[in-house]
């Protein structure tokens, strides 16, 4: 089954916005065996959007598009829909009805009547809830072809997807592609590679090694009549792998990361604090990105000032000494934090967020130390790439510092 | 003049990556009186890579395109322009000589025989510079239509883009556009559009008056041969607009809520210190990814658990009274974070980060507090649309709430 996407809205064509929409779908087609071939991001023109849909109606069995719901004239996909497919717009009983009562239920009355078109069906078309916005999708079916017809704001898009349309594509389905990700770290992708060798000849499921930021993934893909067939095909190629890789797994599938680190800490009883310079709260962030961080983790002294870092307990002579940007430094930094929040386990960072060179170090510098009160790591780096990028790459390092300590404790038992 | 973007890679058609590139050369374009009619995105396929240049090069006058300019045989937009164009691809003398040199410099030796081909012309190309990379682009010119081939990753093309395209599309433009956008707070959409009706008759320049998240903003946009004279144009209407908007404008163009309130903090000699709890570290992230943050940010302290609150000073018979998600345990907070910082304003958040009721209070509840050590600004909300969302909604509302403070406190002067 081939696939288009259409991306409809000016103000993508002005830059306005980053089309999001359409990575969410792509990512999600291979698992109904649909190719997606092309994606088109085109305005709210009556004779390019009619362009658009005529060549992905002739080139594609499946049509996905985004955005022109809303309820003034220059949302006009519906309209072009139908003028394609030569079929008349009718204003629908059933949705009239349910767009009364959206409108009703967020106090807006009377109802606008402008927004009466998003009732609006074709023959060809079934209308698609959308509990989070006004404007119903359309499900249209013609010729052996479908156009599933989804609203532009991503929250709302997300929603009708998960819970309308990938259902509708899994039941349509011949066959079902899942996979399962293996997440280690410590080793290389041909070392995985060559302990894997054992499972790679297989082809259903088969085995693919990448390595990524956060390490190198095994990717276990089976193809099935049906999801559970295809889980029943990677089970046991799992265990296998699992058995062979062992220890280096800290995570699967969507795992980041910060909800590895949090699982480890959860599971082996522990609490997290920060000292953080350089970062300036982006590692806490990142771990409290995480539902249930409470449970772990006990908060960060963002020391940005260095009166701060003294204040809060970083011994002035050791900064006098060695300079904020120090090993020392970094060191005291996380002994104090640990102190001071009364954690298990406390990481610092302390360097240079900006590209100029500091203390005679040069720009990108970055110092993190971690403790538990007995071992202290340090590991240091120099990066610069601006500073939200840099402060990205921090919180990387950061996180892999502590992944990396949370996986040789438990190790060691 | 029309454009078209063409955005070539499977990793895009598998939702791997998010093709940004797009929305970056997309809101450049007007400036030049481009006028960008679509974008299409394909994959590394040669027979459809070659349907989409056809089409481009038939329906645009400018086509700019990203990714596929690599050393493997799948990266194809080089050989399917010249199988396009009918025109044979040569190794270019030269740009074979500055590829050796790249990878001589990047200490890769022997030079890998394979990535001759980045030093591919064609007679109708010419090489564009990529000092971020390895491959040239190419700028292409014939039948008085341009192909700017430009590499997939953002940081190269975006560097190439500045250096090279732009300034070429400047050079080649019959006129430029230029914008000046005035940020303002505290008036409504129809308030400022009411004050500027004197200036709203204007076509060149026009000004436009848009309600965002961060305010209203008024934009002021002039065409004229040069950038200079267009400026000309803009500046009597932009003084004209700052005396009747006066002290409502916090910020211009591409200022940010963070860079806004970072620049009102350093002219009025502010230090601001910070404690967090719900935001988890997010509020002291967004400010210090402003370059020179240290000059007016202490820090922040982190309290994720309760009992960091009351060891970092914040009376545990608050908590215990009013409980941690209360106005005054974030009043108390605001004030302990300013006396333990040392700094001359301090703004504090407690709240819910997750759906789920505590203490009574609904999921997304937050608390901030604003203190300066005389005055106690205190404001509440609630929203909850999962925890990223969430968290940046805090944000929002904490520099939201520091810049009206700020702003009072410019105009008592």
């Not at 030569?86 to 239920?105: C, N, P």
């Not at 069906?121 to 479908?146: F, Y």
């Not at 502590?402 to 996986?407: F, G, S």
Request: proline residues 5%; charged residues 25%; contains cysteine.
């Amino acid at each position: 089954m081939r696939a288009e996407i259409l991306s409809i809205g000016t103000e993508i064509m002005f830059g306005e916005i980053t089309d999001t929409n359409a990575a969410y779908i792509a990512s999600a087609l291979p698992e109904y065996g649909i190719d997606l071939l092309w994606v088109t991001q085109v305005g709210d023109n009556p004779a390019r959007l009619k362009e658009a849909f005529a060549r992905a109606w002739e080139r594609s069995d499946y049509i996905f598009c985004t955005g022109g719901l809303g309820p003034t004239e220059d949302d006009i996909t519906r309209e072009t829909i139908a003028d394609m497919l030569g079929e008349a717009l009718y204003v629908d009983a059933e949705q009239e009805r349910v767009l009364h009562e959206t409108f009703a239920a967020r106090g807006i009355t009377p109802f606008p009547p402008r927004n009466i078109k998003q009732a609006n069906l074709i023959p060809s078309a079934r209308a698609i809830k959308n509990p989070r916005g006004t404007a119903p999708g359309w499900w249209v079916e013609r010729d052996g072809k479908v156009i599933a017809v989804m609203p532009g704001p991503p929250a709302e898009m997300h929603h009708m997807w998960d819970a309308e349309v990938a259902p509708e594509l899994e039941r349509r389905a011949d066959s079902i592609l899942v996979a399962r990700t293996l997440k280690t770290s410590g080793i290389g992708e041909a070392a995985v590679d060559e302990m894997l060798s054992p499972l790679l000849a297989g082809v259903n499921p088969s085995i693919g090694i990448y390595a990524r930021a956060d390490g190198v993934s095994a990717r276990i893909a089976a193809k099935a009549p049906t999801r559970e067939e295809a889980w029943a095909l990677i089970r046991p190629v799992e265990e296998e792998a699992r058995k062979i890789l062992g220890p280096a797994i800290w995570g699967i599938d969507d795992d980041s990361l910060a909800s590895g680190v949090g699982r480890m800490l959860r599971d082996q009883g522990l609490t997290l604090g920060l000292m953080e310079s350089a970062s300036g709260g982006a590692i806490a962030s990142a771990i409290t990105d995480i539902e249930g961080a409470s449970a772990y983790f006990t908060g960060s002294l963002v020391t940005y000032a260095t009166d701060m870092k003294i204040a809060m307990g970083v011994p002035a002579e050791v900064i006098a000494e060695h300079g904020v940007i120090s090993r020392e430094t970094a060191e005291a930094m996380a002994k104090t934090a640990r102190e001071r929040l009364g954690c298990d386990i406390a990481l610092s960072v302390t360097g240079i967020a900006g590209a100029e060179p500091m203390e005679g170090q040069p720009g990108g510098t970055m110092h993190l130390a971690l403790t538990d009160g007995t071992s202290m790591d340090y590991t240091t780096f120099r990066y610069f790439q601006g500073r939200e990028q840099s402060k990205r790459r921090i919180v990387l390092q950061a996180l892999t510092m502590l992944r990396r300590y949370l996986m040789d404790r438990a190790a060691r038992g």
